[in-house]
């Protein structure tokens, strides 16, 4: 085992590496941007290096000056997190060219999996179920018919996209060619490279990913799947585990899928194989990522497993220490990323002081959180400010923690998406599991109580209401709604009543 790794990252994931190696006795090497030096993750480290200006490419993107600091520091491996050069398989083959361990998989993996083509031929060839459309990058002519074959809507994707990036759906052949020219310039633009591909479309699917880690001596496991269709703009909000639809059966099969993938790209560490599911739960294969997720952390609450000690442990030539017919899933979790971004105005990003936080704690409870308070959100990166999961005996029970801890969390001086969740988990469709792609979307288009649907003849209806709501509520705090522990007793106690009342204001 190597004595020093150096996390070539920041926010909450630099602090859960650093923990994960505070607990396995490794020094640990923090990396910062010259906005970065009061970050949290810089006071956890062992020891940290500047790396330069706020802009990521002088900083937490640049290769050169990674490689430097792993130098100086004597570090002997590298953990790159999520984002930044996590995906990068040049920086990749740098660190195995300069005697450093990178905690990841091979570079020839990386590549593979990086361009979408690459990855659907690789994985045609393995025999893994796919979207109907073309494995290689495509012409407008072969477009044309190939689309006229499988039927429109199609999309039409860049090779070297992913997350959303470069996509276009095309509801039919007229709309094909100004799509495609449109992909292609915007693909040439993002990622100077041209190449699109094209697949039939899979209407609203639910998005479920396979968590797949894998030694250095040829075992590769799967731990479960994670719902992560609960996403705006790409960008995930909610995450649990295990999924609602995926029972024993189609977990086995989609976790087969997935070691199949892993094995077939050389694959190991920790990956994830994101897959589509349609309505009748056909699954089809949609990227691999090759890197630590965000989300990772629902896999580890529903198997008791810590994924990092796996990745450190794999990079260092260690075997898994179990075999797939020993992990278990117990109970389910969930997760809400936390956002400095106000969900109660068209999500405007909101950085700033954390003037005051109080976190969330108890049963159940944990809070990756790469933030304190007095610390200033710089605008220069990611708004994920944390990342809130629970865990429980089963999904109602998770959500019920979920709802206990979201009241118990508290932050001033910033916006963020807490509301949000509140929406989220009260919402009788994501009650009863009816998630997909566009749930989220629908669910911003619900706006309940908009005043300008109001007209004057329902005052009196909007009055009587009132009235009503008011009774109750005094009936509640009177304790002659009968419940000792109804949904009354909250009524006293939210966060933001008691926000004031530390603050002193009385009767609250
Ligand atoms: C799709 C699709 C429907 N049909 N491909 C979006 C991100 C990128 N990685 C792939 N994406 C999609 N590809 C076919 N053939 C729908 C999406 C999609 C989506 C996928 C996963 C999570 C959220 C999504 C939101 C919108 C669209």
């Known amino acids: 085992m190597f004595k020093k790794v150096l996390i070539a990252n920041r926010g909450e994931i630099a602090v859960r590496i650093i923990r994960a190696c505070r607990e396995m006795g490794l020094v640990s090497v923090a990396v910062f941007s010259e906005v970065d030096r009061a970050a949290l993750h810089v006071s956890q480290a062992d020891e940290a290096y500047l790396l330069g200006p706020a802009a990521a490419r002088e900083s937490y993107l640049n290769v050169a000056k990674m490689l430097d600091v792993a130098r100086r520091s004597g570090a002997q491996a590298i953990h790159p997190g999520y984002g930044f050069l996590s995906e990068n398989a040049q920086f990749a083959r740098a660190c195995t060219d300069a005697g450093i361990k990178f905690i990841g998989p091979p570079a020839s993996a990386m590549d593979v999996m990086g361009s979408k083509t690459r990855a659907r031929t690789a994985m045609q060839a393995a025999g893994v179920p796919m979207v109907p459309g073309s494995a290689r990058g495509l012409s ?46 915007e693909a040439l633009r993002s990622f100077n490279d041209e190449e699109v591909y094209l697949e039939k479309l899979i209407e609203n699917p639910r998005h479920i990913e396979i968590q797949v880690v894998g030694d250095e001596h040829g075992n590769i496991v799967y731990l479960g799947e994670r719902e992560c269709s609960v996403q705006r703009r790409h960008q995930k909000v909610i995450e649990e585990a295990p999924s609602a639809v995926v029972d024993e059966d189609l977990r086995r099969r989609m976790g087969a899928v997935a070691v199949q993938a892993a094995k077939s790209a050389g694959y190991t560490n920790a990956g994830t194989v994101e897959f589509l599911v349609d309505a009748q739960r056909n699954f089809y294969f949609l990227e691999m990522n090759t890197r630590l997720q965000v989300e990772h952390p629902v896999t580890e609450l529903i198997t008791g497993l810590d994924l990092v000690h796996l990745q450190l442990r794999i990079a260092a030539g260690e075997k898994l220490p179990f075999k797939q017919e020993d992990i278990t899933l117990r109970g389910h979790a969930i997760e809400c990323r936390i956002y400095a971004e106000d969900s109660e105005n068209n999500f405007f990003p909101s950085p700033g002081k954390i003037t005051r936080l109080s976190l969330p704690g108890g049963p159940g409870v944990r809070e990756d959180t790469g933030v304190y308070q007095g610390w200033t959100v710089p605008l220069d990166y990611d708004p994920m400010l944390s990342k809130l999961i629970v865990h429980a005996a089963d999904r109602p029970a998770a959500i019920a923690r979920m709802r206990r801890a979201l009241d118990e969390y508290f932050v001033s001086g910033i916006k963020t998406n807490l509301p949000l969740f509140r929406r989220i988990l009260d919402h009788p469709d994501f009650i009863a ?17 908009t005043p300008s649907a109001v007209t004057d003849s329902d005052l009196p209806a909007i009055a009587a209401v009132s009235a009503a709501l008011f009774a109750a509520n005094a009936a509640q705090k009177n304790g002659t709604n009968g419940k000792a ?24």
């Open 433 to 449: 599991a009816h998630i997909d792609t566009g749930f989220l979307d629908r669910l911003l288009m619900e706006k309940p109580g």
């Open 140 to 185: 407008l002519a072969e477009a044309e018919e190939l689309a006229a074959k499988i039927g429109f809507p199609v999309m039409i994707k860049a090779a070297a996209g992913g997350g959303g990036k470069g996509m276009r759906l095309v509801r039919s052949a007229g709309e094909l060619k100004p799509s495609f020219e449109t992909a292609r310039s």
């Open 485 to 508: 522990n109804g949904p009354g007793k909250q009524a006293g106690s939210s966060a933001w009543a008691r926000a004031a009342r530390s603050e002193g204001v009385r009767n609250l």
